[in-house]
């Protein structure tokens, strides 16, 4: 049942969009056949065709003797042709004496019309001639635009004459209006509002495309753009606009300007047509025939170029081939339920129509008048105006489903950003409980190390007094227990040595955790450090007269002085003056000072002998822990730790502290 449902909609659909064009153009047809009773009638004559007449007195002669054929409508086509047409009217009186009247002749951009009016004596008269090909000096009326002013004198009949010369390969057609002022100045505001309608409505469609290109980057879209700015060009072109902008132009000139503009039109509009409707998935070979079509016009143009003809010609005649494809192809799709084709199959269609109710006039099948001239672009217009409904549905749309996507994207932020929170709340807690078991796994390790230190002190120290009690024998020991005796005194020290130093490490974390700062003098607190060392050799001591203030710790900088004076006294000589202690009152900073004769510490390893366990004696002697207890003091109190080559050899280690400001006695 509901596929039958389908089934019967679909063919509803597709006759609706069948039928529904056809009886628009009846109506414009049988509109053009009515009319006016407010407006005077008269008729319209056309010599036959086969009458291949070149003088007006000759036609005026056929005319007479009523050799010529009754236009049912104000207009006649008789397709491509190389004859051109002679046209008689019988024009109603003036309302008035003296009024004015235009006698307009359509399509524009016509080469040549004359306007014979015939005399009491029945002659006929040329009065003016108008058209592409006439010369500007001779030209009545504007470029592009064909039409007579007709002034009511007593020397003339009604009988007028019109011959508008046809080249090889253009179409010869004509629609004739007479006009009063008032309907002349109403015809052109309809006219100047149908193509400024149009244009607008193309330029909105281009801006609008141009825009969503911008922001969607849809390759799809590059047909909408030259669908909107080739269209906008043809109606210029055909409409006479672009005549009147342009510096005057050769016949042949504006021929394949119009060529030119009707071809970029056309394949433009075969390729949007192609892709829009999906016409190209109807069958396989529909896809190679409408692109081979779409890319004819120009080609086509050429052709009949080198033929003799008009490139108008081929241009046209591809059209033709293009409509009675694309026709039943918009049908099948319209069937199938094709989305674009159930919403502007109807417009699509309607133009074809057009087009061919246009071809239809021309080549005399249908009444010629102004409306089967112009339909089409008023079917195009609804087209136009169609589409950028369509384009501006579609912006409308893609932008609340960005809204949409931004939203969502926001929430999905917002979560992930207290998920997030939430996480790092978990891992903090997570880092401080095992920040926490670091600290006490680190406590418990400096107990032990405290312990351990202590622990080998003892013994170490025992082993070194049993040493000295052997030393002060006077007994004669054999040279071989004596080395094992000097090797064993050796190990003892360093072992000594090793322990004190990490028991004054370990004493210094524990008082670096929180510093007790305090202002102190420098060469006070130099005179009373200096006591801990016996006066005279090898230690000597350089202070300035004046003291100054510092901010610090007194007991980590000892800790940090005195292992660079225990590390001097290790490396330097025994004489006199072997390890020199100074102090040097700078602008800014007061600088510390130890310097030894020894053997001094490499340039390569200037760089690392503060880092813990590092030695950088080229002796080999230490561990690395006093020079590292150094540095981290002075950088706990802001100031800088270096070492340099003392002279003439040896090793000079400085700490540079900040001092207090504007303090100095």
Known sequence: ????????????????????????????????????????????????????????QVALALYRAGRVEP??????????????????????????????????????LLQWVDLYRVDRAGRPVKVGSTGLAVPVAQRVGTAGKSHFVLIDEPNWTSTVMLRIRVEPGVVAVASVRLESANE???????????VGVLTTAAVLMLIAVLAMAATTRERALSSWVMLAVFGVFYLLVWNGMLAQWMPPMTVRAQLWLNAMAAAAMVTTTGFFARDFFALGQVHRLASGILTTLAWAPLPAAILVWLLGLQPGFGVNVILILMALCNAPLLLIQLYRGQPNAKRYGLIGLALIYSISYYFAAVTGLVPVSGASLYVWQWVLLAGY??????????????????????????????EEAEQLEQRVQERTVALRAANAELMEAEAHQRELLSL??????????????????????????????????DNLRTASDRLIFLANKLITHDRWRELSVKPQTKPLWVRAWMLELMRDYEAGPPVSVTLPHADAEIVADPVLLRIALQNLIDNALAHGSKGAGAVQVGLKLLSNTVEFSVADDGPGVPDDH????????????????????????????????????????????????????????????
Do not use: C
């Open 1 to 56: 049942m509901p596929i039958e449902r389908s089934t019967r909609a679909a063919w509803l659909r597709t006759a609706l969009v069948l039928l529904l064009p056809w009886v628009l153009l009846l109506a414009v047809a049988w509109s053009d056949t009515v009319n006016d009773p407010e407006t005077p009638r008269w008729s319209l004559y056309a010599l036959p065709k086969g009458a291949d007449v070149f003088d007006a």
């Open 606 to 665: 200037k760089s690392k002998v503060f880092e813990r366990f590092v030695s950088g004696r080229s002796s080999g002697q230490g561990h690395g822990l006093g020079l590292s207890i150094v540095a981290s003091v002075v950088r706990l109190h802001g100031g800088q730790v270096g070492v340099d080559d003392a002279q003439p050899h040896g090793a000079r280690f400085w700490m540079a502290l900040p001092r207090a400001r504007d303090t100095q006695r």
């Open 184 to 194: 002349r100045d109403a015809v052109l505001r309809r006219d100047g509002l149908l």
């Open 385 to 414: 105006l169609a589409l950028l409904g369509d384009l501006t549905w579609r912006t409308v749309r893609d932008r609340q489903a960005s809204e949409r996507e931004r939203e969502q994207l926001h929430g999905l932020l917002v």
């Open 452 to 485: 351990a230190s202590y622990e080998f002190r003892t013994p170490a120290a025992k082993i070194r007094s049993t040493l000295d009690a052997l030393h002060d024998l006077h007994e004669p020991v054999p040279q071989d227990v004596q080395e094992r005796l």
């Open 71 to 108: 236009q049912i409508t104000h207009g006649v086509g008789r397709g491509f042709s190389d004859e051109d047409l002679w046209l008689m009217a019988e024009l109603p009186r003036p309302p008035y004496p003296g009024a004015l009247r235009f006698l307009s002749v359509e399509p524009p």
